[in-house]
């Protein structure tokens, strides 16, 4: 029998955060503590959630979108303008 392992890689939230930000590449041991100061649309946040879903420990769909808006918070990044925090309420 076959007993190899399969491994998977599913991106995290704020790998998909920073992807939909379209920032270039960057050497992660050379440049540290970089600020990602974009803008995403709620469009662009939802297909961020969508994809996070299956992972999400929320029991809601509002709850991953939460989720989300707290990594967009710590990335640095606004959402359609606004702060993270300020759509979360």
């Known amino acids: 029998q ?8 599913e991106p995290n939230a704020t ?6 930000l379209k920032e270039p590449l960057r ?7 970089i600020k990602h100061s974009g803008n995403l649309t709620k469009q662009q ?3 961020i959630v969508r994809q996070m879903r299956p992972k999400s420990l929320a029991k809601e ?11 967009c918070n710590a990335v640095g990044c606004t ?3 606004m702060k993270p925090i300020a759509l979360q309420k």
Do not use: C
């Open 15 to 20: 790998s998909l955060v920073i992807k939909q």
């Open 61 to 71: 769909f509002k709850g991953t979108v939460k989720e989300v808006l707290g990594t």
């Open 79 to 81: 959402v359609e303008g």
């Open 27 to 33: 050497d992660r041991k050379k440049t540290k503590n």
């Open 2 to 9: 076959n007993r190899a392992a399969k491994v998977d890689v």
């Open 45 to 47: 946040l939802f297909d």
